[in-house]
């Protein structure tokens, strides 16, 4: 069975900042891809970040050069640096982890962490 937390979450005055967290543990191995997505209230789950085993990064257009993301390959762990916090980048957060646990690759969930900006 497989287990990914998220941590980090919470209230910050815009402008503030945050940084969250994501570990993978039990029965997975051979990490690929690494992700957070974001929902708000009435919209759809976007992709945030992500970055490759490799260490190559994506960002939404929305959180370039505020956002950063990081990955420990020896914890299987990956990072999500917040600054310039909007009001508009409230919503759940959600960790992504691709890996194998058995023959193929999946892709396994946190529970999500709620970030909330105020304005």
């Known amino acids: 069975q497989v287990h990914v937390v998220e941590f980090g979450g919470g209230l910050v005055q815009a402008g503030g900042s945050l940084r969250l967290s994501c570990a993978a543990s039990?029965?997975?191995?051979?990490?690929?891809?690494m992700a957070w997505y974001r929902q708000a209230p009435g919209s759809q789950r976007e992709l945030v970040a992500d970055i490759t085993s490799g260490g190559v990064t994506n960002y939404a257009d929305s959180v370039k050069g505020r956002f950063t993301v990081s990955r420990d390959n020896a914890e299987n762990t990956v990072f999500l640096q917040m600054n310039s916090l909007k009001p508009e980048d409230t919503a759940v957060y959600y960790c992504?982890?691709?890996?194998?646990?058995?023959?193929?690759?999946?892709?396994?969930w946190g529970q999500g962490t709620q970030v909330t900006v105020s304005s």
């Open positions: 992504k982890i691709t890996g194998k646990s058995g023959l193929y690759y999946d892709n396994y």
């Open positions: 039990g029965r997975i191995f051979s990490f690929t891809e």
